[in-house]
């Protein structure tokens, strides 16, 4: 990962929140998610994103949180989470050595020259244009929070008409599994 400071607000922002990035893999069965978010609830943890996913096993699914809260009590609420009956395992990555990723759906308003400027934007930030209309587009892009998060920066707030972000995932890196 690297080090590089916050450059936009909105960073900034993000940077002060203590952001946490667990994983756990889970049975999957009914009211797991239930359980698991009440864990974050009742330690006063703000999830931030939620990705839940199948696990490469069968009957398994992987649930990647990204979470924000006093990490003073986060390694007490992974031995919580590591205790629920469905919990197979629990890893907090927040330190570890791993690569995360993101993906966006940007609808951006933009006709005439506007259009110019949002295509430059999307080539500078390797995104790609994934609908077309008279009067916007839709662009897809995928990489780092931050990365996503500059992006989103440089657009006019009103320019933007709808944002969705997956969420982050996480894997570690080398033959380790978590």
Do not use: W
């Not at 920066?153 to 995932?169: M, P, T, Y």
Request: proline share 3%; glycine share 4%; aromatic share 4%.
């Amino acid at each position: 990962m690297s080090s590089a400071q916050p450059t936009s607000p909105k960073q900034e922002i993000a940077a002060n929140k203590n952001l946490h990035t667990i994983s756990l893999l889970v049975r999957d069965a009914p009211g797991v998610l239930v359980r698991v978010a009440m864990v974050f609830s009742r330690r006063g943890y703000n999830i931030e994103s939620l990705v839940v996913s199948p696990a490469a096993k069968r009957g398994f699914s992987r649930m990647t949180v990204t979470c924000s809260g006093d990490p003073s009590i986060l390694e007490q609420m992974i031995k919580q989470l590591a205790k629920l009956v469905d919990v197979v395992h629990a890893t907090d990555h927040t330190t570890s050595d791993r690569f995360e990723t993101e993906i966006a759906l940007i609808k951006v308003r933009c006709e005439g020259n506007e259009r110019r400027d949002v295509l430059e934007i999307a080539e500078h930030f390797n995104a790609k244009v994934v609908d077309y209309s008279p009067e916007s587009v839709i662009l897809r892009v995928y990489g780092g929070s931050e990365k996503l998060d500059a992006m989103t920066a440089l657009f006019d707030e009103n320019a933007i008409v709808e944002l969705v972000r997956s969420g982050k995932i996480v894997m570690t890196r080398a033959l380790e599994i978590t």
